[in-house]
C-alpha cells in the first residue's frame, strides 16, 4: 500500500490575506509564502467559519460550522473527545503533532493530537468542573479595572520591542526543529520515526496584537505602509461602535506605527516558517513530497472602514490566506477563485490520506478544486459568531444580525449591541463593490438573491423566523 503524505500544516494568527507579497503586496517581505504560493495552489476567496480565534479554529479542526460544533464564541470549545481532523488521521495511523498554539480553552487540551510541543495549555474558568461561579466572578475581574485595551490603546501603544507572544513564537519555531531532528534523525539512540506518516502543524501566535515587532523591520515598515483614510463607516451598530477614527482617536503616525509592526510581524513569522521548511530539509526530506498548508484562523481590519482587530465580515476580516502544496500530487503556480472554507481543509485531509471522512462535517473536498475541476462546486462560503452570520455566494455577500442572548460565554471583547430590525441584514456586490460601502439589501435588482440568502438562514438556524421560534 502506498504510504500516504506526510504533512506540514502551517498557520498564524490574524494574518490579513492581502497583507503578502503573493497576492501583490509590494511592501511586505514574505518570501517564503511566496515560493509556496508560486510552487502551490492559492486560493484567492477562502474564508474563515468564524472571524474570532477560539470558535474559528475549533470550526477548522472540526470540519463543522460553530453553530453544528456547539463552539459560537470565545471561551467555548469543543466537547472533550470531539472528532477532530487531527483525530480522524491519527485513528489512520498518522502521527499528529502539535508546536505552537491550537486555543483550546476547555479540559481536552489535546482534540486528537497525538504529541504537543511547547503549547498554548489553558482551561478557561467556565470549563472548571464544580467552580464556584459567584466567587470566580469576584475573583477573576482586575479591582484596578485592568483587562483588554480598547482598539485605541493598543495603536497608542504600537511600535517597537517584545510581546509574550513572539517569545512563545520563538520557542514554538525552536520546540518545531527540535522535533523535526528527533522524528526523522534521532541522533541519540538513531531510533528516527520516519516510517510512519506524520501530520506536523506548526502555528503561531503573530500578527496578533499587541503590536510589536523589532527595530529592524519597525523601521523598514514605517514610512512605507499606507494607513486606510477618509474609508467610509458602516452604519451597521455592531461594526460602528468599534471605529477608530483617524486624527481623533489615535495620529496618523499612531496608526502607521501599528501598521509597521504588525507587518514586521508578518515577516517574523514567515522566516519562522522558512527555518521550519530548512530543517526538514536538512533531515533528508524532500518537499516536494510533502502536502504544505498555510493558512490563518482569520484576518485584521487594519483601520479600513475605521475597524481594527476582527470579527466582523468584512473581507479584512473573515477572508484568509491558503496555500496547498503537493508537487507529487497536483500541479502548482495556480489560483482558485472559487469560494472555499477553513471547514474544508478536514474532508480535504481526509481525501489526500485516502480515509473515510466522518459524517455530519460542513467540510467539502478541495482535492477536485487542486486538480484543476471546478464542476459541480457550490461556491458558497460561511462565517458565523453567536447569533451573527455570512454567507458568500458567487460575489454576493450577504450578512444577517439577529438578536443577541442575554448571557454571552466569556469574551474579553464582545459588546452588546442592541436588535435593530433595520439593520439586520446587508447585502454586499463584491463584484461592483470590492471596498464593501455600498449595501444593497434595498435595491430591487438583488430582491431574488436576497430572498434566497433569507431561506439559507433559516435552513442554517439563523434568521427572524428562527430568532422568534417560527421557522
Known amino acids: 500500500m502506498k504510504k500516504p503524505p506526510n504533512i506540514l500544516f502551517l498557520m498564524s494568527d490574524e494574518h490579513r490575506a492581502d497583507v503578502t507579497g503573493f497576492e ?27 472571524p474570532v480565534c477560539v470558535p474559528g479554529r475549533q470550526a477548522m479542526m472540526s470540519g463543522q460550522f460553530p453553530r453544528t460544533s456547539g463552539c459560537e464564541w470565545f471561551g467555548e470549545d469543543l466537547d472533550p473527545g470531539y472528532m477532530t481532523f487531527a483525530r480522524r488521521l491519527a485513528q489512520a495511523g498518522y502521527n499528529t503533532t502539535a508546536c505552537g498554539r491550537l486555543h483550546h480553552m476547555g479540559a481536552d487540551q489535546m482534540q486528537g493530537w497525538t504529541e504537543r510541543v511547547c503549547g498554548d495549555m489553558h482551561v478557561h474558568a467556565s470549563h472548571i468542573a464544580g467552580r464556584d461561579e459567584d466567587a470566580d466572578a469576584r475573583r477573576s475581574k482586575p479591582e484596578d479595572g485592568t483587562g483588554k485595551w480598547s482598539d485605541a490603546k493598543e495603536i497608542q501603544q504600537a511600535g517597537t520591542g517584545r510581546s509574550a507572544y513572539a517569545d512563545f513564537d520563538k520557542r514554538a519555531t525552536a520546540g518545531a526543529l527540535d522535533y523535526i531532528r528527533e522524528y ?23 500578527p496578533h496584537y499587541p503590536y510589536c515587532t523589532d527595530e529592524e523591520k519597525f523601521s523598514y515598515y514605517l514610512n512605507r505602509v499606507e494607513p486606510f483614510l477618509d474609508q467610509q463607516v458602516s452604519p451597521h451598530p455592531w461594526l460602528s461602535m468599534r471605529t477608530v477614527t483617524p486624527g481623533l482617536d489615535a495620529s496618523i503616525r499612531e496608526i502607521k506605527r501599528a501598521m509597521a509592526a504588525y507587518y514586521g510581524m508578518i515577516e517574523t513569522v514567515d522566516s519562522y516558517y522558512g527555518q521550519v521548511l530548512e530543517a526538514l530539509r536538512q533531515a533528508g526530506q524532500n518537499l516536494d513530497d510533502w502536502l504544505i498548508i498555510y493558512t490563518s484562523d482569520h484576518g485584521e481590519m487594519l483601520g479600513e472602514h475605521g475597524i481594527w482587530e476582527k470579527k466582523t465580515f468584512f473581507d479584512a476580516s473573515a477572508r484568509v490566506p491558503l496555500i496547498i502544496r503537493w508537487p507529487a500530487g497536483f500541479d502548482g503556480g495556480r489560483v482558485v477563485e472559487e469560494n472555499v472554507n477553513l471547514c474544508d481543509l478536514f474532508a480535504t485531509l481526509c481525501d489526500f490520506g485516502e480515509i473515510p471522512v466522518p459524517e455530519g462535517l460542513d467540510s467539502h473536498s478541495l482535492v477536485p478544486l487542486l486538480q484543476g475541476n471546478g464542476a459541480g462546486w457550490t461556491n458558497e462560503t460561511i462565517s458565523q459568531y453567536g447569533n451573527y452570520l455570512m454567507i458568500k455566494q458567487d460575489q454576493l455577500k450577504y450578512h444577517y444580525y439577529g438578536p443577541q442572548p442575554e448571557a454571552v460565554p466569556a469574551d474579553p471583547g464582545y459588546k452588546r449591541c442592541d436588535y435593530d430590525p433595520a439593520h439586520a441584514e446587508v447585502l454586499f456586490d463584491l463584484e461592483h463593490d470590492p471596498d464593501e460601502c455600498r449595501n444593497v439589501v434595498g435595491d430591487p435588482a438583488y430582491a431574488a438573491a436576497l430572498e434566497g440568502f433569507r431561506q439559507r438562514c433559516v435552513a442554517l438556524s439563523f434568521g427572524p423566523n428562527v430568532d422568534s421560534g417560527d421557522g
Not at 503586496?25 to 477562502?46: K, M, Q
Open 184 to 206: 526523522f534523525v534521532s541522533p541519540e539512540y538513531d531510533r528516527p520515526r520516519g516510517h510512519q506518516p506524520l501530520l506536523l502543524k506548526v502555528s503561531f501566535f503573530q
Open 24 to 50: 501583490g503586496n509590494s511592501v511586505i517581505r514574505t518570501p517564503v509564502l511566496d515560493e509556496l504560493a508560486r510552487t502551490g495552489v492559492v486560493f484567492s476567496n477562502a474564508y474563515t467559519p468564524s
